[in-house]
Structures are given as C-alpha cells and as structure tokens.
C-alpha cells in the first residue's frame, strides 16, 4: 500500500525549533518529488515546501523561507523538514505530499502532524 | 505572485444536484490547475489535476473544465459523501497556490 506517514509534531515555545519526519513506503520514494503543505486550525491549505527526487531543487513560500529547510534521504524512504525560529503563525497540521509524476499536483498526502507554537 | 480566488466560500445543495465552483486566477495559467477534497480531520484527496483529468479511482461525476485565467469545477449529482471542502490548486513559478476553499454542505 502507497503510505506516507508523519511523525515528530508537537507543542513548542516561540523561537524554538522542530523536525518533521515523513516515512514513506509502497513506492519508489527516490523517484518522487515530495512536499509538505500546512493547514492552521480552521483554515485553508498553504504549500510550505519542495524537493526534487534528488534534492537538486529545492523551493520555499516566502512565509518560511530562510527559518524552515526540507531536506530527504532516499536510502531510509524519508522526508524531513527542520523548523526553526518558529512563531505563533507557524501552528498548523503539517502534511507531506507526494507530488503526481507528469503533473504539479499531489496525488498522495500523509495523515499530517499537529505542530503548536505557544508559550 | 498569483493569486486564486475561489467561489462560493460555501455551498448548500440537496443530494441529486448539480453544484458548480470556480476558480479565477490572477494571470494566466494554462492548464495547471487541480482541485481536491477535504473531509473533516482528514487529509486531502487530489480528484482532477490538469484542469480535467479525472485522478484514478474517481467517481466520474466529478469533472473539472478551464484553462486561462477561468476553471469550474463540477459535481454532476450530489451525493452525501460528497459532503467536504473544495480546493483548487495551481502552480506557477516554482510555487503553489491553493484557493480559499469551498464547504459543501448538505440542504
């Protein structure tokens, strides 16, 4: 079964950091570029970051750039995203996607991991 | 940067109807325009990519159309799953923009 799964969401004080982790399987991870994407409680859906297949390109929204960095490891089927110097704005369901081969569209999501930013 | 603006923010439609929503982008941008569903505490699901290539495994009563600036994106009969909220989608200079979403709600 194609699955991505993500792990390492949790509660963390304004200024600290954090490292997502998203464990893919039933799939030839290091043929895939991959993303995660953020969904603040109640709201829509924000595209944060991407990766090629080989790491050769890498993109952020402006909202993250400079404080988040993604980052993969084909040989354990793994994305990451390291997130520092986090803020208030930065609360969110993060989720990885798999971006469609042939298609700028994400075919398959993660079930995401709840980051909270609070004092 | 373009921006995506989706209608109606929400919907309410009796099961059998034909629910229509738009998208309107700010500039030009062909074909590259998705649309996925979202139910409550779930994930995302991709049903047209492309602006209408129906993603394997979706029913065929989803249907998107448009290319340009314009695109729809239509449920042909309502079903109470169908219940959820809307996205489009569409990238463009290395980034992607999601529109604000519409709920669909049952009458």
């Known amino acids: 079964e194609v699955q991505l799964v993500e792990s390492g969401g949790g509660l963390v004080k304004p200024g600290g950091s954090l490292r997502l982790s998203c464990a893919a399987s039933?799939?030839?991870?290091?043929?895939?570029?991959m993303n995660w994407v953020r969904q603040a409680p109640g709201k829509g859906l924000e595209w944060v970051s991407s990766?090629?297949?080989?790491?050769?390109?890498?993109y952020y929204a402006d909202s993250v750039k400079g404080r988040f960095t993604i980052s993969r490891d084909n040989a354990k089927n793994s994305l990451y995203l390291q997130m520092n110097s986090l803020r208030a704005e930065d609360t969110a369901v993060y989720y990885c996607?798999?971006?469609?081969?042939?298609?700028?569209?994400?075919?398959?999501w993660g079930q995401g991991t709840m980051v909270t930013v609070s004092s | 940067d373009i921006q995506m603006t989706q209608s109606p923010s929400s919907l309410s439609a009796s099961v059998g109807d034909r629910v229509t929503i738009t998208c309107q982008a700010s500039?030009?941008?062909?074909?590259?325009l998705n649309w996925y569903q979202q139910k409550p505490g779930k994930a995302p699901k991709l049903l047209i990519y492309?602006?209408?290539n129906l993603e394997t495994g979706v029913p065929s009563r989803f249907s998107g159309s448009g290319s340009g600036t314009d695109f729809t994106f239509t449920i042909s009969s309502l079903q109470p799953e169908d219940i959820a909220t809307y996205y489009c989608?569409?990238?463009?200079?290395?980034?992607?923009?999601f529109g604000q979403g519409t709920k669909l709600e049952i009458k």
């Open positions: 500039q030009d941008i062909s074909n590259y």
């Open positions: 990766i090629s297949s080989s790491s050769s390109y890498i």
């Open positions: 039933g799939f030839t991870f290091s043929s895939y570029s």
């Open positions: 996607a798999r971006e469609k081969v042939g298609a700028d569209a994400f075919d398959i």
């Open positions: 492309d602006a209408s």
């Open positions: 989608q569409q990238y463009d200079n290395l980034m992607y923009t």
